[in-house]
């Protein structure tokens, strides 16, 4: 496996390790995490990001750059998305 996708990997696992553990000591809380995924706001930031910095990384770094265009894309939403909604 390329060291890029070994490292994108392990972040999203990490990702969804501090979600597991917040589920655990309090039940519902991943939902809660993970409701950015139901917000047009933050999966439009996502895309924008994305998208941009696809299209920055595929010219500098190949499709490494595509992976972690990725990653800050789903980070990005998170964080547009996170705060809205009720718990």
């Known amino acids: 496996m ?4 070994l490292v994108a990997a392990i972040v ?3 990702l969804v390790i501090r979600t597991a553990l917040a589920e655990l ?3 519902g809380s991943a939902r809660y ?3 950015f995924l139901s917000d047009a706001r933050a999966l439009w930031t996502g895309a924008v990001i994305g998208l941009v910095l696809g299209l920055l990384g595929w010219q ?3 499709g490494e750059g595509i992976v972690w ?3 800050a894309a789903l980070l990005a939403a ?3 998305g996170s705060g809205r909604g009720s718990r």
Do not use: D, M, S, Y
């Open 12 to 14: 999203l696992a990490g």
């Open 60 to 62: 500098h770094a190949g």
């Open 78 to 80: 998170f964080v547009a």
């Open 69 to 71: 265009a990725a990653i």
């Open 25 to 27: 000591r309090e039940p």
């Open 2 to 5: 390329e060291p890029t996708l």
């Open 33 to 35: 995490q993970w409701a």
